[in-house]
């Protein structure tokens, strides 16, 4: 099959177009977060998604049939985690707090580069990690008295996205978007699956049902209503996740990375227009470091890059 040739949008438009609608395409998920737990969404998420990625394939000639398996399903493996992560906490702190968890992806980066490239680190990039983190303390503070772990779910989501956007740049600029995006719609689809069937078979405490429904619900019975809504958030999802993933093949992670902060701008604004919500005043302080954080952090990795 053919590969089709995105060279004539940049990679940073297409990250801020798939990003503001994929920050939509949340903020629609508290409809039905209600209905069924989040393993059970991502398994039928997944069936409508890619029924969608096969129509696609069929009617463009694109091709579904990854190159480097091994490096796909490690990919998948780190972004399924994340995205299970991030979608657990959603429902229970304002959609903006939970994006600004998942934005501290850029700090993972820099770290990560450290690690495992080599890459040091400057005196001002160890400034710029602090600033983030602090902005992570602000976040929690105001429910410091209610803390449990599901408030850290969205940083460590992060750490996973991180990594995943590495990679693709890294390892998998000649995959298919399509092919990436079926391996990670398969991963999330069976993960939800095996979840939703483990609580099924296993049920926790009432205690834990009451405390996150969205995570420990068994399979349950849902209405057209809820099919009709999770469609719609399927094909918003497909045509975000088309536009990111294709962006991270095309632009190295820290040039491209800064514009995904257009997420954190649509999810408030759609939240705000939908639901009403807002962040705490200590939430909004704490998103804004976040946010110059994660700027001044791939501005000044770009800004290497050029150099060298």
Same mark, same amino acid.
């Given at each position: 099959?053919?590969?089709?040739?995105?060279?004539?949008?940049?990679?940073?438009?297409?990250?801020?177009?798939?990003?503001?609608?994929?920050?939509?395409?949340?903020?629609?998920?508290?409809?039905?977060?209600?209905?069924?737990?989040?393993?059970?969404?991502?398994?039928?998420?997944?069936?409508?998604?890619?029924?969608?990625?096969?129509?696609?394939?069929?009617?463009?000639?694109?091709?579904?049939?990854?190159?480097?398996?091994?490096?796909?399903?490690?990919?998948?493996? @780190?972004? *399924?985690? +994340?995205?299970?992560? =991030?979608?657990? &906490?959603?429902? #229970?702190?304002?959609?903006?707090?939970? $994006?600004?968890?998942?934005?501290?992806?850029?700090?993972?980066?820099?770290?990560?580069?450290?690690?495992?490239?080599?890459?040091?680190?400057?005196?001002?990039?160890?400034?710029?990690?602090?600033?983030?983190?602090?902005?992570?303390?602000?976040?929690?503070?105001?429910?410091?008295?209610?803390?449990?772990?599901?408030?850290? @779910?969205? *940083?460590? +989501?992060?750490?996973? =996205?991180?990594? &995943?956007?590495? #990679?693709?740049?890294?390892?998998?600029? $000649?995959?298919?978007?399509?092919?990436?995006?079926?391996?990670?719609?398969?991963?999330?689809?069976?993960?939800?699956?095996?979840?939703?069937?483990?609580?099924?078979?296993?049920?926790?405490?009432?205690?834990?049902?009451?405390?996150?429904?969205?995570?420990?619900?068994?399979?349950?019975?849902?209405?057209?209503?809820?099919?009709?809504? *999770?469609?719609?958030?399927?094909?918003?999802?497909?045509?975000?996740?088309?536009?990111?993933?294709?962006?991270?093949?095309?632009?190295?992670?820290?040039?491209?990375?800064?514009?995904?902060?257009?997420?954190?701008?649509?999810?408030?604004?759609?939240?705000?227009?939908?639901?009403?919500?807002?962040?705490?005043?200590?939430?909004?302080?704490?998103?804004?470091?976040?946010?110059?954080?994660?700027?001044?952090?791939?501005?000044?990795?770009?800004?290497?890059?050029?150099?060298?």
């Amino acid at each position: 099959m053919k590969q089709y040739n995105f060279a004539p949008v940049s990679g940073p438009l297409l990250l801020v177009i798939g990003i503001s609608i994929l920050g939509v395409s949340d903020s629609l998920l508290l409809i039905v977060w209600e209905s069924a737990s989040v393993g059970q969404f991502h398994f039928i998420r997944s069936i409508f998604i890619l029924c969608g990625i096969l129509l696609v394939s069929r009617v463009w000639g694109l091709s579904l049939i990854p190159r480097q398996w091994t490096l796909m399903v490690v990919r998948t493996f @780190f972004m *399924v985690s +994340a995205i299970l992560l =991030y979608f657990t &906490a959603m429902p #229970l702190i304002p959609i903006a707090e939970a $994006g600004a968890g998942l934005f501290t992806s850029p700090i993972f980066v820099l770290l990560f580069s450290a690690i495992f490239l080599k890459e040091p680190i400057r005196p001002p990039q160890f400034l710029m990690v602090g600033v983030g983190m602090l902005g992570v303390v602000l976040i929690l503070l105001p429910n410091l008295g209610q803390l449990t772990i599901f408030h850290l @779910f969205p *940083v460590g +989501a992060g750490a996973m =996205y991180a990594i &995943a956007s590495m #990679l693709t740049f890294r390892h998998l600029s $000649g995959e298919s978007p399509l092919a990436i995006l079926m391996c990670f719609m398969v991963g999330i689809g069976i993960m939800g699956g095996i979840m939703t069937t483990m609580f099924s078979l296993f049920p926790v405490t009432p205690e834990l049902v009451s405390e996150a429904r969205f995570l420990f619900s068994p399979w349950t019975h849902v209405s057209k209503d809820y099919f009709l809504w *999770v469609g719609i958030i399927a094909a918003l999802s497909l045509l975000a996740l088309v536009c990111i993933t294709r962006a991270y093949q095309t632009t190295k992670t820290s040039q491209v990375a800064i514009y995904e902060y257009a997420y954190l701008a649509s999810v408030g604004i759609s939240s705000y227009l939908i639901w009403d919500v807002l962040p705490s005043l200590l939430g909004v302080v704490g998103i804004l470091l976040i946010i110059v954080t994660g700027l001044l952090i791939n501005l000044n990795r770009s800004s290497a890059d050029i150099k060298q």
